[in-house]
């Protein structure tokens, strides 16, 4: 029988965990450190140490480019995965930027769509919800609300934020607000028709379906709702055995409705020491590995081989044509050292000529 479930041993206990959109890299929080690992191998390739206190949300954006850090240290970091990568093991590389604009724990985090040009929302303890430009850096709207929020998340068109607060309730933004204001206030009273009611306990996941028109929700009181967003009405209720950590809408794969689909290739072991280091070399890797076939092996030519052997005819082309060159020059030398003698002597009796017809006595 196929083992269904496996399980990977991490050097802790995971606060929070995410996978790239492009699926090569699982980023997992434990304790204050950010683990990095490859999937394909199991490789461990970094374990970043920028936080103070325990890490409570991780994302990527949606290219895989960059992703950003939450924790209960108030702040929320920016990392360029390539600076990351290239980074010495011996050497903590720096965040992009450092968002420290929250006075409470960070307590989720949700990126938008374009990469390094997205923007990025966080929620925080300190009652309010603030939207970033990962580009630059800078904050472009802060929201405070009644309760402390415990989760966002951005539709895909990035026209309304949802904010899921400490009390069960659920809290529309609107991002194209007029006039356009850094630092906004939500008024529950006014607002209400903003405001999805159901939950009995604090909020835990938000989640928009693809055409934007859904929402789906996960709480504390063990129950997981999907919710009309033009209507605010609650569509169906999930029921489950204990609070809900974790919810989100996907689309489902191809291969889940295909009979003869076959199981994918199931994931190494995930490594508890840098990739690189003296206790993972001894270990060896347990990555895919690919082996070339006897006859390539024994009668193929290498791919040294072959650059030794283009450059050996480039070479020996380059020096043909240099002979070849040189001839040509000297014959052309000498063509025109004929041709500037016989000028000189065109020239000479052209002066002779002149002298004579000018000194010529008159008659």
Same mark, same amino acid.
């Given at each position: 029988?196929?083992?269904?479930?496996?399980?990977?041993?991490?050097?802790?206990?995971?606060?929070?965990?995410?996978?790239?959109?492009?699926?090569?890299?699982?980023?997992?929080?434990?304790?204050?450190?950010?683990?990095?690992?490859?999937?394909?191998?199991?490789?461990?390739?970094?374990?970043?140490?920028?936080?103070?206190?325990?890490?409570?949300?991780?994302?990527?954006?949606?290219?895989?480019?960059?992703?950003?850090?939450?924790?209960?240290?108030?702040?929320?970091?920016?990392? %360029?995965?390539?600076?990351?990568?290239?980074?010495?093991?011996?050497?903590?590389?720096?965040?992009?930027?450092?968002?420290?604009?929250?006075?409470?724990?960070?307590?989720?985090?949700?990126?938008?769509?374009?990469?390094?040009?997205?923007?990025?929302?966080?929620?925080?303890?300190?009652?309010?919800?603030?939207?970033?430009?990962?580009?630059?850096?800078?904050?472009?709207?802060?929201?405070?609300?009644?309760?402390?929020?415990?989760?966002?998340?951005?539709?895909?068109?990035?026209?309304?934020?949802?904010?899921?607060?400490?009390?069960?309730?659920?809290?529309?933004?609107?991002?194209?607000?007029?006039?356009?204001?850094?630092?906004?206030?939500?008024?529950?009273?006014?607002?209400?028709?903003?405001?999805?009611?159901?939950?009995?306990?604090?909020?835990?996941? &938000?989640?928009?379906?693809?055409?934007?028109?859904?929402?789906?929700?996960?709480?504390?009181?063990?129950?997981?709702?999907?919710?009309?967003?033009?209507?605010?009405?609650?569509?169906?209720?999930?029921?489950?055995?204990?609070?809900?950590?974790?919810?989100?809408?996907?689309?489902?794969?191809? %291969?889940?409705? %295909?009979?003869?689909?076959?199981?994918?290739?199931?994931?190494?072991?995930?490594?508890?020491?840098?990739?690189?280091?003296?206790?993972?070399?001894?270990?060896?890797?347990?990555?895919?590995?690919?082996?070339?076939?006897?006859?390539?092996?024994?009668?193929?030519?290498?791919?040294?081989?072959?650059?030794?052997?283009?450059?050996?005819?480039?070479?020996?082309?380059?020096?043909?044509?240099?002979?070849?060159?040189?001839?040509?020059?000297?014959?052309?030398?000498?063509? &025109?050292?004929?041709?500037?003698?016989?000028?000189?002597?065109?020239?000479?009796?052209?002066?002779?000529?002149?002298?004579?017809?000018?000194?010529?006595?008159?008659?």
């Amino acid at each position: 029988q196929d083992q269904l479930q496996q399980k990977i041993i991490c050097p802790g206990p995971v606060t929070c965990l995410t996978a790239s959109p492009n699926g090569l890299y699982i980023l997992a929080g434990v304790a204050e450190s950010i683990y990095l690992w490859e999937v394909s191998n199991g490789n461990l390739l970094a374990i970043l140490n920028r936080h103070y206190q325990d890490l409570t949300c991780l994302c990527f954006t949606d290219d895989s480019s960059h992703f950003l850090s939450g924790a209960k240290d108030c702040l929320a970091l920016v990392w %360029n995965l390539y600076s990351v990568l290239q980074a010495e093991p011996s050497q903590i590389p720096d965040p992009r930027h450092v968002w420290s604009r929250h006075s409470l724990p960070i307590t989720d985090l949700c990126c938008g769509f374009g990469g390094p040009l997205a923007r990025a929302a966080t929620a925080s303890l300190d009652q309010t919800a603030k939207l970033w430009e990962i580009s630059s850096g800078e904050l472009l709207l802060s929201i405070l609300f009644d309760v402390g929020i415990m989760a966002v998340t951005l539709d895909l068109s990035e026209y309304h934020m949802f904010c899921g607060g400490m009390d069960g309730s659920i809290f529309q933004v609107d991002l194209c607000a007029w006039p356009v204001q850094r630092d906004r206030t939500f008024q529950t009273e006014r607002e209400s028709g903003k405001v999805f009611k159901g939950h009995r306990n604090q909020v835990t996941c &938000l989640s928009v379906s693809t055409d934007g028109s859904l929402l789906l929700s996960g709480s504390h009181d063990e129950t997981v709702r999907l919710w009309d967003i033009q209507s605010k009405q609650c569509l169906k209720t999930m029921n489950h055995k204990g609070p809900v950590t974790n919810a989100f809408i996907v689309l489902a794969p191809a %291969n889940m409705f %295909n009979p003869d689909g076959k199981p994918s290739v199931p994931l190494p072991k995930f490594s508890k020491h840098l990739h690189g280091t003296e206790s993972n070399d001894e270990q060896g890797s347990e990555g895919v590995t690919l082996r070339l076939g006897l006859h390539q092996q024994e009668c193929g030519e290498s791919y040294l081989e072959k650059a030794e052997r283009m450059y050996s005819q480039m070479y020996s082309t380059r020096e043909k044509n240099l002979v070849g060159d040189q001839e040509h020059l000297t014959i052309q030398v000498s063509e &025109l050292e004929e041709e500037v003698s016989t000028l000189r002597k065109i020239n000479k009796n052209l002066f002779d000529f002149s002298a004579r017809i000018i000194t010529k006595p008159a008659k």
